[in-house]
């Protein structure tokens, strides 16, 4: 494995040309700080789905958080819960109960909570602080209207500019994320722009409000490896420009490796291990961590468009009957009965910026 001058590690799995810029460094005061996120969906029949559990960690301004997982590690469930995004299970009944903290300090230099906003606020804070993409452009791109409208909505929506006078910050927009004749590009639909295109509109518009923090949840992972390339490129350059933070979600080690500067790690619906990237990479604490960045994927595994890391031995457990204890212990090497398979664990700083969830975390530092 080698360094980049920027200290990022280049690994096997790492997307060719999206070398790492330089980022604004993250100050001290965070603009997310997360405290005790609870997410379970309630069912109408059946127990409970204790989705996310307990999960606390902070974002500071110009700094880009990793959320990484293997599936259903409570991911996805963590970024809609911050956006209020989060609705029912089709057809199951489920519905969200969330409970904690996420304070958020707005541009305006307001610290509100996320989770007890009421929903017209918070979607003045979608629209004008948090931005999200997500993996499928297709399906929040509106396939009805072109994609100069849906970009001059927003500007209409944050700015308060009516339509004609949207058409030049348009117009800078899909410039600004590199993408060709923008004058053509704005009549045209989403159907007729590639996926890389279409992910290119889906940041033009997430830059549109300039927010503070976007929130990418593997918005790269169903492009084609150039692409996924040019598009973290941008989105470093993007950040370094505007000083925006990033929550990116992936399952792509490689690209964590190259964007992040800090690493949170989930396992089934906990975080388990939170570190600055290069700690997280070169010394994880959690046996957990240790296996899934030791899978890293490979180059060819990355162009297979491989979406998930290579397989742990064992699964992610369901739920609804999460194991006594730590709960990656019937999968884990490293266990042994009693620390390991009779309380739940708190997390605990190995040092004061690399926190762990292990009863063994000692024992394997000393490895
Ligand atoms: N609307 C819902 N109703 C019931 N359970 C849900 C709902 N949404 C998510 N879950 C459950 O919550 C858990 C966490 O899911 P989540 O989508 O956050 O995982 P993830 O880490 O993002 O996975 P992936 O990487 O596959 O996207 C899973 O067990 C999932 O089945």
């Known amino acids: 494995m080698t360094k980049s001058p920027t200290g990022h590690t280049a690994f096997p799995g790492a997307v060719p040309g999206a070398a790492p810029e330089a980022v604004p460094g993250p100050a001290s005061a965070p603009l997310l700080s997360v405290r005790k996120l609870a997410v379970t969906f309630t069912q109408s029949s059946g127990p409970d789905i204790p989705a996310v559990e307990g999960a606390s960690f ?69 629209g004008r602080d948090i931005s999200m993409v997500f993996q499928d452009p297709m399906t929040s791109l509106n396939p009805v209207l072109t994609i100069g409208e849906q970009i001059s909505e927003v500007l209409m929506t944050h700015d ?9 910050p ?21 159907f007729q722009l590639s996926g890389g295109m279409r992910q290119r509109v889906m940041i033009a518009i997430a830059l549109a409000c300039r927010p503070h923090l976007l929130i990418a ?47 949170v790690v989930m396992y089934s619906g906990q975080i388990v291990e939170s570190a600055p990237v290069r700690d997280a990479l070169d010394t994880p604490l959690m046996p957990y961590s240790r296996v899934l ?6 180059y060819e595994a990355v162009l297979a468009r491989r979406r998930h890391l290579p397989t742990i031995p ?13 709960t990656f212990h019937p999968r884990c090497t490293h266990f042994v009965h009693g620390p390991c398979d009779t309380f739940r664990l708190s997390p605990e700083h190995a040092t004061p910026d690399h926190e762990v969830r292990c009863a063994r975390w000692r024992e394997i530092a000393r490895d």
Do not use: W
Not at 160 to 168: E, N
Not at 293 to 298: G, L
Not at 314 to 326: E, F, K, L, S
């Open 58 to 126: 902070d974002v500071r301004p110009g700094e880009t958080i990793a959320l990484v997982g293997e599936s259903s590690s409570g991911k996805s469930v963590t970024a809609m819960a911050l956006m209020g995004l989060l609705s029912s299970g089709s057809g199951s009944g489920a519905g969200p109960v969330i409970t904690g903290q996420a304070l958020f300090r707005t541009s305006d230099e307001n610290t509100v909570d996320l989770l007890s906003l009421p929903e017209p606020a918070l979607r003045a804070i979608r």
């Open 160 to 168: 308060g500019l009516s339509r004609r006078q949207t058409r030049a």
């Open 170 to 190: 348009v117009i800078s927009l899909l410039t600004r994320v590199g993408l060709r004749n923008p004058e053509d590009l704005i009549s045209r639909y989403p």
């Open 217 to 263: 949840d593997e918005p790269t992972t169903a492009l084609d490896v150039t692409v996924q390339a040019r598009i973290l490129t941008l989105l470093r350059q993007l950040q370094a420009e505007t000083g925006m933070a990033i929550i990116f979600i992936t399952h792509n080690i490689g690209v964590v490796a190259q964007i992040a500067d800090r690493v």
């Open 293 to 298: 960045f030791r899978t890293v994927p490979t």
């Open 314 to 326: 064992g699964h992610v457990p369901d739920p609804r009957h999460r194991p006594q204890g730590c």
